[in-house]
């Protein structure tokens, strides 16, 4: 699985070298300040794309000393520095475009320059498309974040494309530096959005309530001579999601058999979540709770 991601991530450095090549030519035959700003978004990309190959190196380490839940967060980080790249690199965009609207430029060799540009967000396009599938079943953070980062790349080159079709069609100059401020303002909410869902990761945001439905009916169907559970917690980070709750137990049973119970209900758990840390901490029946509790199926 690491394997995979590594190559992923450097996959994504590879297109996007080769895709900022591809809209720096579009942008050097043109002059355009709208095909300039898609360039500098896609030296974001490869910063970027770097930043998660390290992060995902990171975060496959096992847990050791030092770190004894391991090191996933890592690419919650990285996911974070993206995000200010992204609102960086919207400043510099307004930065040019203030510029070109005070004198506004004219674009030469449109027609081949929006050929380029075209060519490099159809291979954009596509690999965005491999990222987002992948980063579902990998379960990582930072590929998910480049994916998804990608994506909003290629929306913003088609809509860079389209402006400039009509800034040639209309004769209007001034549409050129317009459309990216436009770009600007879409690659600072992209980065926001991006921030804001990784510091979700690094403040131990829990899994979704389908996770969390599933985790329970588990718990109910694998803790057969158990009585109930309660102080149900989970938490996910990264490729890993913690499962930690209290298991009540008859007051009679032995140590041996309560433990068989728990390894039947964290090998069901583990069958659903691959890389689960769990926790369960067995009490008598004096502990037993009434109210948020999960009820253990019987027969």
Known sequence: MTLNATRLAVGTIV???VVLAMKWLAFRLTGSVALYSD???SVVNIVAA?????AIHISSKPPDANHPYGHSKAEYLSAVAEGAMIVLAAGLIMNEAAGALISPRTI????????VNGAATVLNAVWATVLIRSAVGLR???LAADGRHLMTDVVTSIGVLFGLIMAQASGWAWLDPAIAFAVALNVLWSGWTLMRS???GLMDVAPDMDVQRRVETIIAEAGNGALQAHDLR??????????????IVPGEMSVSASHAICDRIESALRAVLANASISIHVEPDTKIKIGDVVTVRTG
């Open 198 to 200: 990784s510091i979700g």
């Open 15 to 17: 297109v996007g070298i």
């Open 108 to 115: 030469d060799a449109p027609a081949m320059g929006l050929v």
């Open 234 to 247: 989970m938490r996910q980070t990264g490729q890993t999601t913690f499962v930690e709750f209290h298991l």
């Open 39 to 41: 360039a500098l978004e």
């Open 140 to 142: 990582s953070p930072a």
């Open 50 to 54: 770097l930043l998660a190959l390290v």
